[in-house]
Every structure is written in C-alpha cells, then in structure tokens.
C-alpha cells in the first residue's frame, strides 16, 4: 500500500455525529471516541439520542440512534447546534439527520446498507447518493461493512458477525482523521470482549483497518488537529450525569456517616443510578428494587426513619406516584432524597427525550402546604455536587429534597475534574441521644421541638433508649409532636414547615452573576441543564460586541436571598426553559418581575445560535440599539 | 414447641437487644388516650399485644411498629414503643426499609382489610415474596370502618353499605388463601376475642424469621357488627371453627372424651382439595394430619378454602403454614457485609479512588 500524502488542517472545534440503526452500536462508538477525545485533552460536550425501543424496526426512521460529541481546544458549553461532519451508516441515519447539517458539512455513509429496500424503508424514491441532492456537502461515500467484513476474515466469523463490527471500522476512521488516541480503545476493546476472543479480534482489527483506511485511501486527504483545551489544573475524568450523580450520594453518604438507602422502581432514563449504586455495597450502600415507585420511596423513609440516607431514583412519572410519600416525609420531617431525571412528558411522554417540565411537579405535586427544596444540577458533572448539596440539606434540615436532573444530563458527559473530599462540606447527622424536654424523672423527648437556627426538629433513631416515639402523617402538635387538630397549632405548623424549608436559603453563598463589565441591561437567568446553551448564547452576543449578564440556579427552592434584587437591577430578565414557562411563572409569582420566557419542548437541548437571537433581541430592546450577531465572529460555544 | 405444635426455628428477634428488667403491659402504653368506637374489636388486640410484648422479652427501643391508615392504623400511638403511622397501604414498604436497614429491630405492621388488601394489596404480596423479617397484623373486620362504612375487599358480595345500596358485586378475597399464593412463609388466622389463641399466634409469629402474616378476626360494631357471631357464639363455635395444630388430625364440632371432633377434614379425590366430612364415616387414618411445615402450600391452600366468602359459618383458624427460607433483609444485608471492604473509617480514601477511576488525565 503506498501511502497518500496527506494534510493537517487545524481547528478550534468540531461537531461530530455518529448515527446509525439502533443495532449498530452508535452510543459506543460515540463513547468511545469521546474517550478517546477526554484522553487528548480536549474540552467536550456530549449528546446521546436513542430510540425509547430497544430494537425499533431496523432501518427505519424512528429507529435510528445517534451520538454527537462537540470537541475543541478551548472551553466550550454544548454538544453543538449543527454537525460538522455526519457519519450515516444507513439510508434512515441519513435522512433523519441530514436537516440538522449546515451547508459544506461532511458526510460519511456507508453505501452497504443503500438498499433498495432500506432506501425504501427509509422514505426514499430515488438513492440520495446518486445524483446532486447532496451537492453542497462533502459527501464520501465508504462501503465500510465491506471493508470490515474482509479486515475481519481471518477470524473466520458469520458474515452478520463480522459485519457487526463495522462500527469500530468508522470508529478507526474517525479517530485517524481526528488524531486520536487509540490505546483506550484498544484496552475497552480487549477487556469487553476477553470472553469471545474471536469477537474481540475482529473488533480490535476492525478498529485498525478504519485507521489504516483512512491513513492509505485517497478518499480522505485531510486530516484535522485540534489541540487540547487549556483547562484548570486538576485531575480530570470523562463523566455522565447518572454517573456523577451516583458518585455524589456515595459522597454525601461517606460525608455524613451514614449508608446510603436507595429505593427505586426501574425507568428511563434514572436506571443507570440503580445500577450503579447496586455496584457500590462496599461503601455500605444497600439498593432494593421494590415493586413500584411508590415501595421505592416507602422503603426509603423507612431507611431514614431508621437512620439511613433514604434516597429513591425516578423520572417524572414516578414522582407522580411517590408524592403522597413524599408529603408523609414532609410531615414525619425526616431526610429523603428524591432525584427526578425528568424526560418529556405529560404521561409516558418522551422517555428517553430531555425536558425540564416537572419544575412545577416538585415545587407543587403534594396535597397540603407541602414545601419541598429544590436542587438542579447545570451540567453532567455538576450533578455530582448537585447530589451532595441535596444531602447536606436533606439531612441538615430533616426533609425531602428534590434533585431535578433530566435526560440530557443523565446521559451526556463532559470532562469533570475530579473533586479533592477535603473540599466537600462535612454533614453531621447528629442523631438525638437525649431527652430534651423538662428535666430530672419528669424529662421527656419531644420529637418535634426544633432548633432554632434551622427548625429542624431532633432525628432520633430506633434503638435509642428513652426516646421512644410516634411519627406520622397526621398533623402534630408543635414540640410534642402528639396527634393535634387544633386549628391554631395546624396553621402554626404549616407556616413553620414553609420557615424551615425557607430558612435554608440564609445557608446559600450569594448568586453568582456573571457580568463582566457591570452595565448590562439584559439578564439572562436559567436552571438545569440549560446552562451549557444559555452559556454559549451569551457568549456570542458578547463576542458581536453587545452586554449581556447570565446567572444559573442551583437552588430552585428556596430561591437565594439576593435573587429578587439581582433580578431588579436589569430592564430585561430573559428565561429560557424547556417547559412552556414554569420558573417564569415562580419568578413572576414571588418577585412581581415580569420575566420573558424563551421556551422550547422539542425533547432536545436549546440551541445556543437561536437563544444568541432571543437575547439580541431582547439587548436591542432594553438599550434601543440595533443588534447584528452576524457581523463578528460568533461560532463559540 | 409452642402451644400451637410450632418448633421454634432461627427466632425473627434473634439480632435484637433484650433485657433483664421486669417488664409489664404498662410499660408499652403510651400515654395517648385510645379512640377507637366503644366495644370495637380492636381494644382487645392492642390489650393482648400490650400484655404479650412483655413476653418477648425485648430492649422497648428496638421495637418499631409501622401501621397505613384506617381504624385499625391508629395502633402505634398506643404503644410506647417507636412507631410511625404511615399512609394507605404503605405500611409494609415503610417497614420493608426499616427491616432491612436494621438487623436490631424488630418490626411490625398493623394494617387491616382495605389497607393492606385493598390499596396496599400490591406491597402485601411483594412483601410476602420477598419474606421480610416483620410481623403483619392484618385485623380483617370485613368493611371500612374510619371512611364510615363502604364494602371491603374481605366483604361477602351483595353487601348493602353505603356505597352499594343494591349490595355489593365484588368477589372478596380470602387474605390466608392470598398469602399462601404469594408464597408466605408464615400465614396464621386469629380471633379478636381469644385472647389465649391470639397470645399464641402472636408468639410464633414473633418468633419466625421473615414475614409472618396474622389474619385477625376482628369485628366492628359500628358498620358490621355481628360479622363473626357463628364463630363467636358459643353454641355455634364449635361447628364454626376449624382448628389448625400442627402435627395433629384436623377435626372439630362437638368433642368426644378424646378430644375428638365429630367433623373431619379428608381430601377430596374429586377436586383435589380438602372436604369436610363425619369423623365417625371415615377411617381415622384418612383424616388430614396438619403439617404447617410443609414446603408445598397446597395443602394450606386447600384448607383455607374452607373459609367461608360469604357470611362466615366456617373458618379454619390457626397457623396455616410455617416454613423456613431465606428472608430478603438478612440477604441484602448479608451482600453488603460481603462487599464491605475495610471499615467507615476509609471509605474517603475509598471513595476518592472510586470516583478516580476510569481514563483519567492530569492538567498541571
């Protein structure tokens, strides 16, 4: 083989989408290569996008599954509005994915699977790659099931088999064409399938035969550099949101002393945190998969009751069946995790789909006056924070605390560097041991006789001698804590149930706002996973020369003390949710500010070029300017 | 050997603290007034179970009682032990976390028909499958009683309450044939008003390890007053109840000088279940000897099948089935003591190498 001279072109960023049936191993091949990329040293942003099918019919249209990673040598935000470069292994992965491509984009597709009969499938009449329909891409078409089956031969594998691995052929491609390293790979490669040594061969080859493809063809000529981002110094991983979420209640578990209870009812896309604190008994963590939401959570508060960390894992609809639990723990004031990876809803909605619509769901979803905290992570790793933050609260204040996660976290990832425990707030569960009520043989426990900096009321443990006493759903009597229905002891205990959950604001660091030079007119204010793309957006209208000033919540209950007067220091308050509006709603509700929403329900993240649009409009407004992001460099995300 | 024929397995109170002071009933009640209706069923249960725990012999701290809600749910408030008073149905699951959190409890819920039949009837069967180490009161008064008197799940069809003027049209279960479905390791029934037979259930149910299922006959006569007179009514009880001991032939009615029955129960060739005949009809080898420790609960089954749906003219009572197998809390536990490597003192150090893991690289 001789080999072609070839380029090095160097770029900032890139936007890279695998996609193929949900058969053809597109979320590994994503993985991998985001592996690759964390190991190089690039910032990065993932987007994973699958079917809620397991196997949809093959070839079709709602079967296909992609992963997009967005990489760059600088700090970036998101997984990237639209692609650079596609790689299709199928007519169907083609055409649902061809309108999100800019003019010039790359495509890469291999032409095994353009069949007259996947052509069909796929809603094509005539075969896209003949002809000029796809003129203004650089398309390069690669029958890369071909070459995988014959770079796997010697192995002497079914021809289903073989083709199978033609992923890891793209793969080898693509990180040829990229500079990757490979080393990883080849470990994952060798340790997934160290019990099928023929598969694990063929794979491996596969792999190689991509790279080697793309270093010898005459297809390729480019190849791209894009240096590593300089980042803080720190040690850094590659992390999921289910997966630092995970992390961060193993953390506040090790930080407070105690262990972990998870209780959880299987759904998508929460799963992976039963999963994987089912791995990590050894820090004392015990899991039970009960037989329905609302076991996962009684089970829970069992745990708590008795002196463990209840926690219970959900998605929206699982909440919906939790909350009557979830008022007994706001009743019985005991510490209760509950996370919510929200998906698209109302009912079965769109489950493996992103959205933020159950804001109102946590703030609100009980019957009574039932005030529950609120934590959002922003960001894959930030959940793993977001996680500790919630115990703190949890344990801290005796209540229920609501952890918002959504699909977009629970599954994409980003470069998370590793935090050092020393860092980490310790918690002290501080169990009462003693009576706290009169004194001498007339000494008696009061289970709900407070504290009076938090009101959190004493958390004693079963076992505990002389403590002896009776929680539950009825209203209790203030410090006694016997059965009460007098009315004035009723409205005395709803206002202090809403000062306890309240007061956790005075232990909140002020709102971060981020307003370089002070004179922005334009806020822009999100929660959640929104942060990457709001992020982005505000940096593109700064980047065209306009102000704008961006601030994140962590803590949508109970807000920080200072966010009604940040929120009055600016003309313009910008929103942005996917939801029709409901932190819009709380915020105009609690502070009298007329806030303008952005808001979007697609079941995908916010793009940051339209919400660049949204908030120049909005300067253009507040400063009666004329805004155009298009006449400076504005491709910074 | 308990009164009941039951032998004494691994005790469900084996992890839990005891104590060598003399305890008394008033040292379990609490100093809340009891509210249930004047002549309820349910004063003469929580009067036993005050007297029984002192039998147990247990640290009062380390006694949990978890109930859902209905009449019978008010229970742990009278008990000066710790309790929590749940919501509907969930009782079992709320003790679910408490039993398997800790080993030094022991744990028991107090739930009646509609509670743990009706809206809790899923949690119940996990519960029983899954053969948590806890103790189940079910007190069976075969109506609602705290939402005013509507029909139960336990209720014979074509009861008139107030939600079915014309009689209701549900099939009602038998909660001793549910129990055996769900594969329970220890289902018994009981009678409100025995103290001495309830004292002894509630000892071997105590005693077994997993979950034990009490049916407690119990009436209320406010809304279904008279539900269980055949079986109360001293002139009828003896045709009513049909005795389960373990080890001996299930025979009841009139006794003779042997103690003999003049019923017996013989299995039925043609349904393969168990039928009711006279003793003096059949060979006395032919009469059901009761084995509660059979692995196979058709048997059980069968007998339970005798319980009237309707109004209750027959019921067998007794403990039904006792059989020893693995219970989930001691399991779960028993994975975590596996897993555990090292103690508390270095999960940090653990930790910080968990989370560690993976493709790692440094930014100086």
Same mark, same amino acid.
């Given at each position: 083989?001789?080999?072609?001279?070839?380029?090095?072109?160097?770029?900032?960023?890139?936007?890279?989408?695998?996609?193929?049936?949900?058969?053809?191993?597109?979320?590994?091949?994503?993985?991998?290569?985001?592996?690759?990329?964390?190991?190089?040293?690039?910032?990065?942003?993932?987007?994973?996008? $699958?079917?809620?099918?397991?196997?949809?019919?093959?070839?079709?249209?709602?079967?296909?599954?992609?992963?997009?990673? +967005?990489?760059?040598?600088?700090?970036?935000?998101?997984?990237?509005?639209?692609?650079?470069?596609?790689?299709?292994?199928?007519?169907?992965?083609?055409?649902?994915?061809?309108?999100?491509?800019?003019?010039?984009? !790359?495509?890469?597709?291999?032409?095994?699977?353009?069949?007259?009969?996947?052509?069909?499938?796929?809603?094509?009449?005539?075969?896209? %790659?003949?002809?000029?329909?796809?003129?203004?891409?650089? %398309?390069?078409?690669?029958?890369?099931?071909?070459?995988?089956?014959?770079?796997?031969?010697?192995?002497?594998?079914?021809?289903?088999?073989?083709?199978? #691995?033609?992923?890891?052929?793209?793969?080898?491609?693509?990180?040829?064409?990229?500079?990757?390293?490979?080393?990883?790979?080849?470990?994952?490669?060798?340790?997934?399938?160290?019990?099928?040594?023929?598969?694990?061969?063929?794979?491996?080859?596969?792999?190689?035969?991509?790279?080697?493809?793309?270093?010898?063809?005459?297809?390729?000529?480019?190849?791209?550099?894009?240096?590593?981002?300089?980042?803080?110094?720190?040690?850094?991983?590659?992390?999921?949101?289910?997966?630092?979420?995970?992390?961060?209640?193993?953390?506040?578990?090790?930080?407070?002393?105690?262990?972990?209870?998870?209780?959880?009812?299987?759904?998508?896309?929460?799963?992976?945190?039963?999963?994987?604190?089912?791995? +990590?008994?050894?820090?004392?963590?015990?899991?039970?998969?009960?037989?329905?939401?609302?076991?996962?959570?009684?089970?829970?508060?069992?745990?708590?009751?008795?002196?463990?960390?209840?926690?219970?894992?959900?998605?929206?609809?699982?909440?919906?069946?939790?909350?009557?639990?979830?008022?007994?723990?706001?009743?019985?004031?005991?510490?209760?995790?509950?996370?919510?990876?929200?998906?698209?809803?109302?009912?079965?909605?769109?489950? !493996?789909? !992103?959205?933020?619509?159950?804001?109102?769901?946590?703030?609100?979803?009980?019957?009574?006056?039932?005030?529950?905290?609120?934590?959002?992570?922003?960001?894959?790793?930030?959940? $793993?924070?977001?996680?500790?933050?919630?115990?703190?609260?949890?344990?801290?204040?005796?209540?229920?605390?609501?952890?918002?996660?959504?699909?977009?976290?629970?599954?994409?990832?980003?470069?998370?560097?590793?935090?050092?425990?020393?860092?980490?707030?310790?918690?002290?569960?501080?169990?009462?041991?003693?009576?706290?009520?009169?004194?001498?043989?007339?000494?008696?426990?009061?289970?709900?006789?407070?504290?009076?900096?938090?009101?959190?009321?004493?958390?004693?443990?079963?076992?505990?001698?002389?403590?002896?006493?009776?929680?539950?759903?009825?209203?209790?009597?203030?410090? +006694?804590?016997?059965?009460?229905?007098?009315?004035?002891?009723?409205?005395?205990?709803?206002? !202090?149930?809403?000062?306890?959950?309240?007061?956790?604001?005075?232990?909140?660091?002020?709102?971060?706002?981020?307003?370089?030079?002070?004179?922005?007119?334009?806020?822009?204010?999100?929660?959640?996973?929104?942060?990457?793309?709001?992020?982005?957006?505000?940096?593109?209208?700064?980047?065209?020369?306009?102000?704008?000033?961006?601030? +994140? %919540?962590?803590?949508?209950?109970?807000?920080?003390?200072?966010?009604?007067?940040? %929120?009055?220091?600016?003309?313009?308050?910008?929103?942005?949710?996917?939801?029709?509006?409901?932190?819009?709603?709380?915020?105009?509700?609690?502070?009298?500010?007329?806030?303008?929403?952005?808001?979007?329900?697609?079941?995908?993240?916010?793009? #940051?070029?339209?919400?660049?649009?949204?908030?120049?409009?909005?300067?253009?407004?507040?400063?009666?300017?004329?805004?155009?992001?298009?006449?400076?460099?504005?491709?910074?995300? | 050997m308990t009164e009941l024929g039951i032998p004494a397995l691994?005790?469900g109170?084996?992890?839990?603290?005891?104590?060598?002071?003399?305890?008394?009933?008033?040292?379990?009640?609490?100093?809340?007034?009891?509210?249930w209706c004047p002549g309820c069923g349910d004063y003469a249960v929580l009067k036993a179970v005050q007297s029984f725990l002192?039998d147990?012999?247990?640290?009062?701290?380390?006694?949990?009682f978890?109930s859902g809600i209905g009449c019978s749910s008010r229970f742990?408030?009278?008990?000066?032990?710790?309790?929590?008073?749940?919501?509907h149905g969930?009782a079992p699951?709320?003790a679910?976390?408490?039993?398997?959190?800790?080993?030094?409890?022991?744990?028991w819920v107090v739930t009646g028909d509609g509670d743990a039949l009706s809206i809790g009837g899923n949690h119940l069967i996990h519960t029983l499958r899954?053969n948590?180490?806890m103790t189940i009161l079910l007190f069976n008064n075969r109506i609602y009683g705290l939402t005013k008197g509507q029909y139960s799940p336990t209720s014979e069809t074509g009861k008139v309450t107030k939600s079915t003027?014309?009689g209701s049209l549900d099939h009602p279960f038998n909660p001793v044939s549910l129990a055996l479905g769900a594969e329970a390791t220890f289902v018994a029934r009981t009678i409100d008003s025995d103290r001495k037979h309830l004292t002894g259930v509630l000892a071997a149910a105590a005693a077994h390890r997993g979950t034990s299922l009490v049916e407690i006959y119990q009436n209320c006569p406010i809304f279904n007053d008279g539900a269980f007179d055949a079986i109360k009514n001293p002139d009828t009880k003896a045709d009513a109840l049909i005795p389960l001991v373990h080890g001996e032939p299930v025979t009841f009615g009139a006794r003779d000088d042997e103690g003999r029955g003049d019923k017996a129960l013989v299995r039925d060739e043609q349904t393969g279940g168990v039928k009711i005949v006279a003793t003096a009809d059949v060979d006395a080898s032919d009469i059901v000897v009761h084995d509660a420790h059979n692995d196979d609960p058709t048997m059980a089954f069968a007998i339970s099948r005798l319980t009237d749906a309707g109004y209750l003219n027959t019921s067998p009572i007794g403990i039904f089935r006792q059989v020893e197998r693995?219970?989930?809390?001691?399991?779960?536990?028993?994975?975590?003591?596996?897993?555990?490597?090292?103690?508390?003192?270095?999960?940090?150090?653990?930790?910080?190498?968990?989370?560690?893991?993976?493709?790692?690289?440094?930014?100086?």
């Amino acid at each position: 083989m001789t080999h072609t001279a070839k380029q090095v072109k160097q770029l900032d960023r890139v936007i890279i989408r695998f996609a193929g049936d949900s058969g053809d191993g597109m979320q590994l091949t994503g993985d991998r290569f985001t592996q690759e990329t964390a190991a190089f040293g690039n910032d990065l942003v993932t987007l994973p996008n $699958f079917p809620a099918e397991i196997r949809a019919p093959q070839g079709t249209l709602p079967g296909v599954s992609s992963f997009q990673v +967005h990489f760059a040598d600088h700090d970036i935000l998101t997984a990237g509005d639209a692609p650079d470069v596609l790689v299709a292994m199928n007519p169907a992965a083609l055409r649902a994915n061809l309108g999100d491509l800019p003019k010039g984009a !790359t495509i890469i597709v291999d032409t095994h699977d353009f069949t007259a009969r996947n052509l069909t499938k796929a809603g094509y009449s005539e075969n896209p %790659l003949d002809g000029d329909t796809l003129a203004e891409y650089a %398309l390069h078409t690669v029958d890369l099931t071909g070459m995988t089956v014959e770079a796997v031969k010697e192995f002497g594998l079914s021809r289903k088999d073989a083709s199978r #691995a033609k992923n890891m052929f793209a793969l080898g491609l693509l990180s040829w064409m990229y500079g990757r390293p490979t080393e990883s790979t080849h470990a994952f490669l060798a340790k997934r399938f160290a019990k099928v040594p023929d598969i694990r061969d063929a794979n491996i080859a596969a792999f190689k035969a991509g790279w080697n493809f793309g270093e010898t063809t005459e297809t390729f000529i480019v190849r791209y550099e894009i240096k590593p981002a300089p980042m803080a110094p720190g040690t850094y991983r590659n992390i999921t949101g289910n997966l630092a979420l995970s992390y961060g209640l193993i953390a506040g578990g090790v930080q407070s002393g105690l262990s972990v209870f998870l209780g959880s009812y299987p759904i998508t896309p929460a799963s992976d945190i039963l999963h994987e604190l089912s791995k +990590h008994k050894g820090f004392g963590v015990t899991t039970f998969q009960a037989e329905d939401e609302i076991a996962g959570v009684g089970a829970a508060i069992g745990a708590s009751f008795a002196g463990q960390l209840g926690v219970t894992s959900t998605s929206g609809p699982g909440v919906a069946l939790k909350s009557e639990a979830v008022g007994l723990a706001v009743m019985t004031e005991l510490p209760l995790i509950v996370v919510d990876v929200q998906r698209g809803g109302p009912s079965t909605g769109l489950p !493996t789909k !992103t959205e933020q619509a159950d804001l109102l769901q946590a703030m609100f979803g009980r019957n009574g006056e039932a005030p529950v905290p609120i934590v959002a992570p922003q960001s894959p790793g930030d959940c $793993f924070d977001a996680a500790v933050e919630a115990v703190r609260i949890a344990i801290t204040y005796r209540t229920p605390v609501m952890i918002l996660s959504d699909g977009y976290l629970a599954n994409g990832s980003e470069p998370w560097r590793i935090p050092i425990l020393d860092e980490l707030p310790a918690i002290d569960p501080h169990f009462a041991t003693e009576k706290n009520y009169g004194s001498g043989d007339g000494a008696e426990f009061w289970p709900y006789l407070r504290d009076d900096a938090t009101l959190a009321r004493p958390w004693a443990i079963p076992g505990t001698p002389g403590l002896e006493h009776r929680i539950g759903g009825l209203e209790k009597g203030d410090g +006694h804590g016997n059965i009460s229905y007098d009315p004035a002891n009723h409205d005395f205990m709803v206002r !202090t149930r809403q000062a306890k959950v309240d007061r956790i604001a005075d232990s909140l660091p002020p709102l971060e706002v981020d307003d370089p030079d002070g004179e922005a007119k334009v806020l822009v204010l999100g929660w959640g996973s929104t942060y990457g793309p709001i992020g982005a957006g505000v940096r593109r209208v700064r980047k065209a020369g306009y102000r704008v000033a961006q601030a +994140h %919540l962590r803590h949508l209950n109970p807000f920080p003390n200072d966010l009604g007067d940040i %929120l009055r220091r600016y003309d313009k308050v910008l929103v942005p949710e996917m939801n029709l509006g409901q932190l819009s709603l709380l915020l105009r509700g609690k502070y009298l500010v007329d806030v303008v929403g952005y808001n979007e329900v697609r079941g995908l993240p916010l793009k #940051a070029a339209v919400l660049a649009d949204v908030i120049g409009g909005l300067v253009a407004e507040a400063e009666g300017i004329e805004v155009d992001l298009t006449t400076k460099e504005s491709s910074d995300d | 050997m308990t009164e009941l024929g039951i032998p004494a397995l691994r005790s469900g109170t084996e992890d839990v603290p005891t104590t060598d002071l003399k305890q008394t009933g008033k040292d379990f009640t609490s100093d809340q007034e009891v509210r249930w209706c004047p002549g309820c069923g349910d004063y003469a249960v929580l009067k036993a179970v005050q007297s029984f725990l002192p039998d147990l012999g247990l640290r009062r701290e380390n006694i949990v009682f978890v109930s859902g809600i209905g009449c019978s749910s008010r229970f742990p408030y009278y008990l000066d032990t710790y309790g929590m008073h749940s919501i509907h149905g969930r009782a079992p699951t709320i003790a679910t976390g408490i039993a398997t959190a800790r080993e030094d409890l022991s744990v028991w819920v107090v739930t009646g028909d509609g509670d743990a039949l009706s809206i809790g009837g899923n949690h119940l069967i996990h519960t029983l499958r899954r053969n948590v180490n806890m103790t189940i009161l079910l007190f069976n008064n075969r109506i609602y009683g705290l939402t005013k008197g509507q029909y139960s799940p336990t209720s014979e069809t074509g009861k008139v309450t107030k939600s079915t003027p014309m009689g209701s049209l549900d099939h009602p279960f038998n909660p001793v044939s549910l129990a055996l479905g769900a594969e329970a390791t220890f289902v018994a029934r009981t009678i409100d008003s025995d103290r001495k037979h309830l004292t002894g259930v509630l000892a071997a149910a105590a005693a077994h390890r997993g979950t034990s299922l009490v049916e407690i006959y119990q009436n209320c006569p406010i809304f279904n007053d008279g539900a269980f007179d055949a079986i109360k009514n001293p002139d009828t009880k003896a045709d009513a109840l049909i005795p389960l001991v373990h080890g001996e032939p299930v025979t009841f009615g009139a006794r003779d000088d042997e103690g003999r029955g003049d019923k017996a129960l013989v299995r039925d060739e043609q349904t393969g279940g168990v039928k009711i005949v006279a003793t003096a009809d059949v060979d006395a080898s032919d009469i059901v000897v009761h084995d509660a420790h059979n692995d196979d609960p058709t048997m059980a089954f069968a007998i339970s099948r005798l319980t009237d749906a309707g109004y209750l003219n027959t019921s067998p009572i007794g403990i039904f089935r006792q059989v020893e197998r693995s219970t989930y809390d001691d399991a779960a536990r028993e994975q975590v003591a596996v897993a555990k490597n090292g103690d508390a003192a270095d999960r940090a150090a653990r930790l910080t190498a968990l989370i560690g893991g993976g493709d790692t690289w440094t930014v100086l």
